[in-house]
């Protein structure tokens, strides 16, 4: 997708790890969205990745240095006209120069011209990470005002592992696309010490070996809520029907299929949570009968499918609430939304309900949501489309203002 005018603005910036290869998948995530991303690499960037990859990718001219294109006084017109400097990887030696305010390449002098908000996503070896100068110089980092990501746990480049891995390319674009939103301050801890357990993706109801009911739920609303609780300091679990998307870092994910085994591993979770929120589409029933070997068609008429009521999850817990624990639901309508919404409040009993309108190409398998958000006190608050992340804070901001209470 080509960034239309009045794109949000960013400048990549990818100075010289191996994690380099990953910021391509980055760029393109961002610009498929509509973001209008400038890359600048440092000189020892281009040794994993070349300038070439990143024009195409792009679509604007790269340099690194300041020399390159002078009449247009690049070392100050990319800081001061960015929406964001976002900056995967950020080696230490990239940070340590940004500690001092060098200005002695086209990256170093884009962070000290940028007044928006600056990412910066390091990456490197466990030991280089830990090394006090790089302690230190993130500490400075972060006292300025730049947001400095913890690098995620894994393998590294060699045979060892141990903590300095770039985070995945989807969740460093759901920061940036946060960031962009909110600002730097809007992503405050406030949920640090809290639990909160979140219901994500469809269930799948089995009528045999091969063949399921199920839904069109991708869980991705679930994966912004538990990255967006995350980021704000929250102790996470995640509990996933059929999502095919990777582990959020930092949460505990626990995978079902089935209703029921979704009702077992959410009853079993929330009984300790400051905050549930069941954001799954599970099946309301499942067929009477789960056959242990492949139906055949045989050359007779199908028999009619039976189906049973499944237990009501987020009833059950609204039901069992805690005094302070908040219980969120998620409504999927597809017509008269705040009707049908008001209705399932009441009789769901959960504090927050989230009114998804669903059909064709609105609310399922997309990165963009818009919903309005009702309470028991007559709250309607229209959450705009936007990303999935944008309603995700929101919700927790509600969540954050009802447990400090
Ligand atoms: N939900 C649940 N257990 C079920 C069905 C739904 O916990 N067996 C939860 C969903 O996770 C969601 C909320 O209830 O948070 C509303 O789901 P929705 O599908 O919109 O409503 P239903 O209760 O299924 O009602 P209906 O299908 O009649 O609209």
Request: proline residues 5%.
């Amino acid at each position: 997708m080509a960034a239309g005018p009045g794109a949000p603005r960013v400048v990549l910036g990818v100075s010289g790890g191996i994690a380099a290869y990953k910021a391509c998948e980055v760029l393109r995530l961002l610009t498929e969205s509509g973001h209008d991303v400038v890359v600048v690499p440092t000189e020892a960037a281009l040794n994993f990745v070349g300038a070439a990859t990143w024009e195409a990718l792009s679509g604007h001219p790269v340099s690194t240095d300041v020399w390159s294109d002078a009449a247009a006084v690049p070392h100050v017109r990319l800081g001061q006209s960015a929406d964001l400097v976002l900056v995967a990887p950020a080696t230490a030696d990239l940070m340590a120069r940004a500690v001092h305010g060098r200005a002695d390449d086209l990256l170093a002098a884009t962070l000290l011209t940028a007044r928006c908000p600056v990412v910066m996503a390091p990456a490197m070896h466990t030991e280089m990470w830990e090394h006090p100068a790089t302690v230190d110089n993130v500490a400075a980092l972060r006292r300025r005002g730049i947001l400095v990501l913890d690098p995620a746990v894994g393998r590294l480049t060699g045979s060892d592992s141990g903590r300095g891995r770039l985070p995945d390319p989807v969740e460093l674009v759901a920061v940036a696309r946060r960031v962009l939103a909110r600002g730097v301050d809007g992503l405050r801890p406030d949920l640090s010490g809290r639990r909160v357990v979140i219901s994500a993706g469809g269930t799948r109801e089995p009528l045999d070996p091969v063949r399921y009911l199920g839904n069109r739920s991708s869980g991705r609303q679930g994966w912004a809520l538990a990255q967006t609780a995350l980021s704000r300091g929250a102790e996470v679990v995640l509990v996933a029907a059929n999502v095919s998307l990777g582990d959020p870092a930092g949460a505990k994910v626990i995978r079902v299929g089935t209703a029921a085994q979704m009702h077992d591993a959410m009853r079993a979770e929330a009984a300790a949570a400051d905050a549930v929120v069941m954001a799954a589409a599970v099946a309301d029933f499942r067929p009477a009968v789960r056959h242990d070997t492949k139906v055949k068609k045989g050359g007779s008429d199908p028999e009619p499918l039976v189906l049973v009521r499944n237990a009501d999850i987020l009833a059950e817990i609204s039901a069992d609430k805690r005094p302070g624990q908040v219980v969120v639901g998620f409504a999927a309508e597809t017509n008269d939304v705040l009707a049908n919404g008001r209705a399932k409040l009441a009789s769901k009993g959960c504090d927050l309900l989230v009114v998804n309108e669903v059909g064709d190409r609105r609310g399922f398998e997309t990165a963009d949501n818009e919903a309005v958000i009702l309470d028991a006190d007559g709250l309607a608050l229209e959450v705009p489309r936007g990303p999935k992340e944008a309603l995700a804070d929101t919700v927790w901001d509600l969540v954050s203002a009802r447990l400090s209470r």
